[in-house]
């Protein structure tokens, strides 16, 4: 069986042709003043050029699809440095068990959009995957499931994406 890494970098490739709709940007960069996004996440999270690797699994577990759909959702959105502290043995666990692989990306997402206004008044949220991932403010600096988030609400037209230091693993 293929390796998880080269499983991503075909899959990465796939990924890009998720975000053909629009020019890509080389970092996340957030109009607060601007109005609704025009990008879906997946659309913004391919864009942003950190998430190759999170958008590359979402295709292969086929949530890429809903994801780009009509619903609202909460993205915590690992970067593509955060999947790299993922240990490999996880990964190749993750790349030969489509389901856990599932499992893991749901937990990264919750119904609805939950800016950071609405995130820092919850103790816990629901994910996708019906686990719940806690939250924590610490010294100005907001905690979702024990990864950091890095750079809050990023907009989508169908929900918000906020990016997180550390992949989310369901126990």
């Given at each position: 069986m293929r390796s998880f890494?080269?499983?991503?970098?075909?899959?990465?490739?796939?990924?890009?042709?998720?975000?053909?709709?629009?020019?890509?940007?080389?970092a996340v960069q957030v109009d607060r003043a601007a109005p609704a996004a025009q990008k879906n996440i997946v659309e913004t999270a391919v864009a942003a050029r950190q998430f190759k690797t999170l958008a590359a699994l979402l295709g292969q577990a086929r949530l890429a699809e809903t994801l780009s759909g009509k619903g609202r959702f909460t993205v915590f959105a690992p970067t593509d440095a955060a999947f790299a502290g993922v240990p490999k043995a996880t990964l190749d666990a993750l790349a030969k068990d489509k389901a856990k692989l599932r499992a893991v990306l749901l937990y990264h997402v919750a119904k609805g959009k939950l800016t950071a206004s609405?995130?820092?008044?919850?103790?816990?949220?629901?994910?996708?995957?019906?686990?719940?991932?806690?939250?924590?403010?610490?010294?100005?600096?907001?905690?979702?499931?024990?990864?950091?988030?890095?750079?809050?609400?990023?907009?989508?037209?169908?929900?918000?994406?906020?990016?997180?230091?550390?992949v989310l693993i369901p126990r």
């Open positions: 890494r080269s499983i991503l970098t075909v899959s990465a490739a796939s990924a890009v042709a998720l975000a053909a709709a629009g020019p890509a940007s080389a609405k995130l820092v008044k919850r103790k816990s949220i629901k994910t996708l995957n019906g686990a719940r991932v806690s939250v924590r403010v610490r010294h100005g600096k907001v905690y979702v499931g024990g990864a950091r988030v890095t750079t809050p609400d990023v907009l989508a037209s169908n929900g918000v994406i906020h990016v997180i230091n550390k």
